[in-house]
């Protein structure tokens, strides 16, 4: 049984740190990897997705990496802005499943 | 344009009453996704959908009943509600899983619908 875990659960850093979350998950069969946000009653936005053929993904200041192997991922985020405040998701998927298995999240505080 | 929406965004109603979620992407997507979001803000899959096709049914309720009238909607239809059920819940789609595979596949999800029942 797939099982995805996110450290640390909460996260409070000044503005202007370069900061890293990360997702481990226990089968390292999978086929993507998403990474999302949360806002505080808000829906999940999508941030980056690795698909299983991939190593990192980059979108502006977001970078994110997937070892399979290991079943971990890793967001890093750099130089944090207050606007990063969120819960941040990952989620994977595993064959044959059709559905996406979701971590723990990680609710990040930038402060300015 | 919003990709997934949902209807209402919020949701209050008594004990023992019956209500319906309603799900819309305009993606172009064929799979489509319930979730729900408990207090503790764990997400957990309850139905998945695939060209209006039943894929999953992750142990819920028979209370609860999905619909997919066409590819671009998925409803939720809760009968009987209970304290229990108050939560957020989340439709989302993505591109087909061919044969149980999810390749290259992104999850859009909707804003989510608070229900609370009194």
């Known amino acids: 049984k797939q099982e995805v875990t996110q450290i640390p659960a909460a996260l409070s850093v000044p503005e202007g740190e370069n900061l890293v979350l990360n997702c481990s998950f226990t089968d390292s069969a999978i086929y993507n990897l998403q990474w999302f946000r949360q806002d505080p009653g808000k829906g999940l936005t999508s941030l980056l997705l690795i698909q299983s053929s991939q190593r990192e993904q980059t979108s502006g200041r977001l970078n994110a990496s997937l070892d399979k192997s290991s079943g971990r991922s890793t967001l890093y985020i750099a130089a944090s802005q207050p606007g990063d405040s969120a819960t941040y998701l990952c989620?994977?998927?595993?064959?044959?499943?059709?559905?996406?298995?979701f971590g723990t999240g990680t609710r990040l505080k930038v402060l300015a | 344009d919003t990709a997934v929406s949902q209807t209402p965004k919020y949701l209050v109603t008594q004990m023992g009453n019956d209500k319906s979620i309603k799900c819309e992407q305009n993606?172009?997507?064929?799979?489509m996704y319930w979730y729900k979001q408990d207090s503790k803000k764990f997400l957990k899959i309850m139905f998945s959908?695939?060209?209006?096709?039943?894929?999953i049914n992750e142990t819920v309720p028979n209370r609860f009943s999905p619909k997919s009238p066409d590819k671009a909607h998925l409803n939720l239809h809760i009968n009987s509600l209970e304290l229990g059920d108050s939560a957020v819940y989340f439709c989302?789609?993505?591109?087909?899983?061919?044969?149980?595979?999810?390749?290259?596949?992104?999850?859009?999800f909707g804003q989510g619908t608070r229900l609370t029942v009194v």
């Open positions: 989620a994977v998927t595993v064959r044959g499943t059709y559905k996406y298995i």
């Open positions: 989302a789609s993505s591109h087909p899983w061919r044969g149980g595979d999810a390749m290259n596949t992104e999850a859009f």
């Open positions: 993606l172009g997507h064929d799979t």
């Open positions: 959908y695939n060209n209006k096709e039943l894929i």
